[in-house]
């Protein structure tokens, strides 16, 4: 099946700082992709749709200045916590659809996930 | 909008034995897809299952099974002979059209020797 990558697996940042968190299809192209949080123990939210070439589109309830999202290439999409603070520490997954047609053209591919701990 | 609910926060069944998975959803949608994931202690989600909703026809795969009751909004998991590699948590997910998933709160399911 397709792979989605995510990079860092994991990150600790010091509260008030930037951290990118990037999502890549590695062997597939992908005109949108989409970011979910999930706390521990608890559910997948989706927080925001990632499209090409355009902006993103966030979920109800999600600040779109302190997550920026950006989809530079058919294959990159890239999550940016502004300012983080520790309420901000939690498990950023990304995912993105087959694209190879058919009727589960829309199937997720998920990344492995990125653990970020604000201190 | 879509809501989903899973009613089973954990489930527990020994080896070889058989566990059903409840799923109850609402959407408005008229073409949409249904998944059911698993996520693992590594957290990496993994697609279990999938089930077209014009399609009557129950999906399945190999030891997995889905009951689907399209009037109802019902879509179960039946995981037989289980081992004890399906110890993870299980997602309920409709998908709409654009692909764009909602998921349930999660069943844990522990399969024990």
């Known amino acids: 099946g397709a792979v989605v990558s995510q990079h860092p697996s994991r990150v600790i940042c010091k509260s008030g700082t930037s951290v990118k968190i990037e999502c890549r299809s590695l062997?597939?192209?992908?005109?949108?992709m989409f970011w979910y949080r999930q706390f521990p123990k608890k559910s997948l939210m989706l927080m925001a749709t990632?499209?090409?070439?355009?902006?993103?589109?966030?979920e109800q309830g999600v600040e779109k200045d302190k997550f920026l999202i950006n989809h530079a290439s058919l294959t990159l999409s890239t999550l940016t916590v502004t300012s983080a603070h520790p309420e901000d520490s939690s498990f950023y997954i990304c995912?993105?659809?087959?694209?190879?047609?058919?009727?589960?053209?829309?199937?997720?591919?998920f990344g492995p996930g990125t653990r970020l701990t604000v201190l | 909008a879509q809501t989903v609910t899973q009613s089973q926060p954990e489930m527990s069944v020994q080896e070889a034995e058989t566990v059903t998975l409840s799923c109850t959803y609402d959407?408005?949608?008229?073409?949409?897809?249904l998944f059911w994931y698993k996520q693992p202690p590594s957290r990496q989600m993994i697609l279990v299952i999938r089930?077209?909703?014009?399609?009557?026809q129950n999906a399945t795969e190999n030891r997995f099974s889905v009951n689907f009751q399209k009037a109802a909004k019902s879509f179960s998991l039946k995981i037989s002979d289980s081992q004890l590699g399906d110890t993870a948590m299980y997602f309920c997910?409709?998908?709409?059209?654009?692909?764009?998933?909602?998921f349930g709160a999660g069943t844990q399911v522990v399969v024990t020797p």
């Open positions: 995912s993105a659809p087959n694209g190879a047609g058919g009727p589960f053209r829309n199937e997720q591919f």
């Open positions: 062997d597939f192209q992908a005109t949108t």
């Open positions: 990632s499209n090409e070439g355009s902006k993103a589109t966030y």
């Open positions: 959407t408005s949608e008229n073409n949409y897809y």
């Open positions: 089930q077209e909703a014009y399609k009557q």
């Open positions: 997910a409709p998908s709409d059209s654009w692909g764009k998933l909602q």
